[in-house]
């Protein structure tokens, strides 16, 4: 049911009334509400036209609740954008190859560096719909790209990465230096000093089976690898959300929620959104993935096209 407007209040009152209605029906995310209210003081025009639309068709249309998403995305990614500022997408790949070749690992292709486009990375997070105080995971998390999408769009408790190149891991850690020591939290409804965590270390020995949403980008993982990640993954509670690039998950106690084609940095990647079976094996009855509307992505059971193509993609990305 659509909430009633008083009519005397004024336009920005209107539309921090109703950033509020929709964080609290966890429509959006506290931290959405934060970058909502920097675009009402901002006066920004587009918010207008949505409170024009409200006020016909209700907050719960579709398409009204994709706009608010997009401008909320927007005006994260600019503070993501001022996060990374130095640290770009060469300079992982840079630092990725020459670490690899002194450490005479250029022949592991599971150690490739790619990373996440930050809108579709943020859509399948929509999809999927974080719970407030929830635990998010990057398994090989390079410069801390996929953790800090998280961070900024949803309310987690904790964002945790995994990188086992110690280069790699050192410039995430510049990153999370420059986040704590920034004025970034203050963009921020939920954050807190140390929920944001980069670790070096192998995601095969370090615990991370308390995670609520895992994800990992696997374009290039051997099977071997996912196939013992998946087994490792088998620790997380019922009902846990594992993403995956162009490989699904090998074990048999997850269901494949999802299976799409977005846009990533090296070109498109199948992306793969696991659930965890209960322990019986029977699905876990909770909501399904969330509608997204104006998605671009496309089923691959519908696509001629072979994953493998992703692989090509990604190798080509650090020469």
């Known amino acids: 049911q659509k909430p009633t407007m008083e009519p005397h209040l004024t336009e920005p009152a209107k539309l921090l ?3 509020s209605i929709l964080a609290k029906g966890n429509v959006i995310s506290k931290n959405g509400k934060a970058f909502l209210k920097e675009l009402i003081l901002k006066k920004d025009s587009r918010l207008t036209k949505f409170l024009v639309a409200f006020d016909s068709d209700g907050a719960q ?24 500022d130095g640290c770009s997408l060469e300079h992982g790949k840079t630092v990725s190859k020459a670490e690899r070749q002194q450490k005479g690992l250029s022949t592991q292709k599971s150690l490739i560096y790619g990373e996440v486009e930050f809108h579709s990375f943020a859509k399948v997070l929509r999809k999927i719909g974080p719970k407030p105080g929830t635990v998010f995971y990057d398994l090989g998390s390079g410069t801390g790209k996929a953790v800090f999408v998280a961070r900024f769009l949803h309310d987690f408790a904790e964002c945790k990465g995994i990188e ?25 409804s939920v954050s807190s000093p140390g929920d944001v965590s980069l670790l070096q270390g192998s995601i095969l ?8 949403i895992v994800f990992a980008n696997s374009t290039c993982f051997d099977d071997d690898l996912m196939d013992e990640m998946g087994k490792r993954g088998e620790a997380l509670k019922p009902g846990t959300f594992f993403v995956t690039f162009t490989k699904g998950l090998t074990s048999p106690h997850f269901e494949i929620m999802e299976r799409k084609r977005y846009k990533m940095s090296w070109g498109p990647a199948t992306v793969y959104i696991h659930r965890r079976l209960n322990l019986d094996g029977t699905a876990v009855n909770s909501e399904p993935l969330k509608d997204v509307p104006d998605d671009d992505s496309f089923d691959e059971d519908n696509d001629d096209e072979s ?9 080509d990305d650090d020469d």
């Open 17 to 19: 009334l109703l950033a």
């Open 61 to 84: 249309d579709p398409k009204h609740l994709d706009l608010i998403n997009k401008l909320i995305e927007e005006e994260a990614e600019k503070l993501y954008d001022s996060l990374f």
């Open 164 to 188: 086992v190149l110690e280069g790699l891991s050192n410039a995430a850690q510049t990153v999370q230096e420059r986040f704590e020591d920034g004025e970034y939290r203050q963009f921020l």
């Open 205 to 212: 020995t370090e615990d991370w089976s308390d995670g609520d």
């Open 307 to 315: 994953s493998d193509d992703d692989d090509d993609d990604d190798d």
